[in-house]
């Protein structure tokens, strides 16, 4: 069964297929349009533009997917969708294609979570994991730690109460003076600076609970660069101590949800899963303790449409099925323990 996938959930266009096996799958061939460029002049996404974009790349994106993977519309057998959460612009034009061609089609069209793709895309990689584990979702806009049995089988142990780990590093970013996206020029400037300099706090470190909260630790950035004695040569070392205290507190977290879980196996996933230092601390740590940390291939670690096209993928082949509707529903604000495991046929 091919799956074709479509992500448009914030200021990425992605379109991939996702062909399922027996007993194994292959991702036949992604497409990915970043809207970086589109919003840099904006210092953030403009959720107008961002929906405008994805009318004009989706067209040419799918039909650069089946070129490249030597298929056509009518080859393919279900149609995957982000339908939240997110931007409500942008998901409608996602969810109307993919309604649209799924109704001419006759073939299913399956609604997707967006953070079900991110917390399921490990298992794309070559050595993917088993069942059950912890995974840690950091992103712009979600921090989180769930305790993941299966597809759909989500339980919440933790997260953000205020920024997540991403919008914090966007925001720092913002505040030295770094350009959109702050993210990963934060985290080059971090590799020049010493980590030493400059003394931050790490919130809720020792809150005896798996929480998060990062705005404080933003709020101290701020009060450094506010103050007389703060120099713009210092941004490199403010940059390494800030990201410093942000892994700090996901390693420790992530390290309590093993140990409360009784599982050794850690996936991580979302765009902060990308930095290149979270890795390495949680790698050492994890590892330490006989356990093992999984993360997306690289490619994969933003928005995506492989991630689309796979979890849609898992949840066919585990009994989940849907006919496509003339009457699209999104939602841009979808708690992730909403979801229930795949069964039954149903229609929604």
Request: charged share 20%.
């Amino acid at each position: 069964m091919k799956v074709l996938g479509i992500e448009t959930s914030c200021d990425e266009t992605g379109v991939a297929i996702y062909e399922t096996g027996e007993g194994s799958g292959r991702l036949l061939g992604h497409c990915l349009h970043s809207q970086v460029d589109l919003h840099a002049a904006y210092g953030g996404v403009v959720p107008e533009l961002a929906s405008r974009d994805h009318i004009r790349r989706l067209p040419l994106l799918l039909e650069q997917v089946l070129q490249s993977t030597a298929l056509r519309i009518e080859d393919i057998d279900a149609i995957a969708y982000t339908a939240g959460p997110g931007l409500a612009g942008a998901l409608l034009v996602g969810a109307s294609v993919a309604e649209s061609l799924a109704l001419a089609r006759g073939v299913p069209a399956l609604p997707v979570h967006h953070l079900e793709g991110h917390l399921l895309s490990p298992l794309l990689s070559a050595d993917p994991p088993a069942f059950p584990f912890v995974a840690l979702l950091v992103s712009g806009g979600h921090t989180q730690l769930m305790r993941v049995r299966g597809v759909g089988e989500y339980a919440l142990l933790g997260e953000s109460v205020d920024d997540a780990a991403g919008e914090a590093f966007d925001k720092t970013a913002k505040l030295l003076g770094l350009g959109y996206p702050g993210g990963p020029q934060l985290a080059r400037l971090a590799q020049e600076g010493d980590a030493r300099r400059f003394k931050l706090p790490r919130p809720m470190l020792h809150s005896g609970d798996l929480d998060f909260s990062f705005s404080g630790l933003k709020t101290a950035v701020l009060n450094i660069v506010s103050g007389a004695d703060w120099r713009p040569a210092q941004a490199a070392d403010l940059a390494a101590a800030f990201q410093e205290a942000v892994v700090d507190v996901l390693c420790a977290k992530a390290l309590g949800a093993l140990k409360k879980t009784g599982l050794k196996t850690l996936v991580v996933a979302g765009g902060v899963g990308a930095n290149r230092r979270l890795r390495d601390v949680l790698d050492a740590a994890v590892g330490k303790r006989g356990g093992r940390v999984h993360y997306p291939e690289p490619e994969l670690c933003t928005d995506n449409g492989a991630m689309i096209a796979f979890a849609g993928a898992m949840r066919l082949a585990a009994g989940e099925t849907r006919h496509a509707s003339p009457a699209v529903r999104i939602r841009p604000r979808w708690p992730l323990t909403e979801l229930t495991a795949p069964g039954a046929t149903r229609d929604q």
